[in-house]
Nanobody, 117 residues
């Protein structure tokens, strides 16, 4: 099963930016979907960005225009570039892999992002 490891989190001032990375332990080129989820304190985990095998992208409305998901199949990596961060973006961010629509899915361990006002 694939292992996912996130990196790049930390603390930043409001208005700042961060770029999260997720390294997969195997080739993700043919994975149906790779995603970023987040879980703010006291709230449920929810998806914020998907990147599909065919290159289509989807974003939650509240990150659209500020966050950008991308994938590098040669490095087995996905990224989340986050701009114009606000304190409401404070959360644990998770990388998620869906190898195909009928398979098990996989999660990274999560990484903390804290945005100070």
């Amino acid at each position: 099963q694939v292992q996912l490891v996130e990196s790049g989190g930390g603390s930043v001032q409001s208005g700042g930016c961060l770029k999260l990375s997720c390294r997969a332990s195997e080739n993700i080129t043919d994975y149906s979907r790779m995603s970023w989820f987040r879980q703010p304190p006291g709230k449920p985990r929810d998806w914020i960005a998907h990147i599909y095998k065919d290159g289509r992208l989807s974003y939650k409305d509240y990150v659209k225009g500020r966050f950008t998901i991308s994938k590098d199949n040669t490095k087995n990596m996905i990224y989340l570039k986050m701009d114009s961060l606000t304190p409401e973006d404070t959360a644990t961010y998770y990388c998620h892999a869906l190898p195909d629509w009928h398979s098990d899915d996989y999660w990274g361990q999560g990484i903390q992002v804290t945005v100070a006002s």
